[in-house]
């Protein structure tokens, strides 16, 4: 079992930056990846970018360039660094984990960016 929490939503104007986390705990020596979704009210949960063990990235084509995805193995923690940020950008950040074929969710933080 892995268990995530998330942390470091909340409103900011566009143009504006965040930074999400996301501490992993429990069986953490068995993710092989871990990463972020978002979901839009009426949409569905799209991949926003993800980190494997090896440490190779990708991110959406609708983020590139402007979040950009890191980890601190010593915390256990992954970050999405957001910058840039427009009003589509709005939705529930989710971070998941990937362990042995089993995906693990956050419970979601929101991001709000006011035009």
């Known amino acids: 079992q892995v268990q995530l929490v998330e942390s470091g939503g909340g409103l900011v104007q566009a143009g504006g930056s965040l930074r999400l986390a996301c501490a992993a705990s429990g069986s953490i020596f068995t993710i092989n990846a871990m990463g972020w979704y978002r979901q839009a009210p009426g949409k569905q949960r799209e991949l926003v970018s993800q980190?494997?063990?090896?440490?190779?990235?990708n991110v959406a084509d609708s983020v590139k360039g402007r979040f950009t995805i890191s980890r601190d193995n010593a915390k256990n923690t992954v970050y999405l660094k957001m910058n840039s940020l427009k009003p589509e950008d709005t939705c529930v950040y989710y971070c998941y984990a990937g362990s042995g074929g089993v995906d693990y969710w956050g419970k979601g933080t929101l991001v709000t960016v006011s035009s």
């Open positions: 980190i494997f063990s090896n440490g190779r990235t």
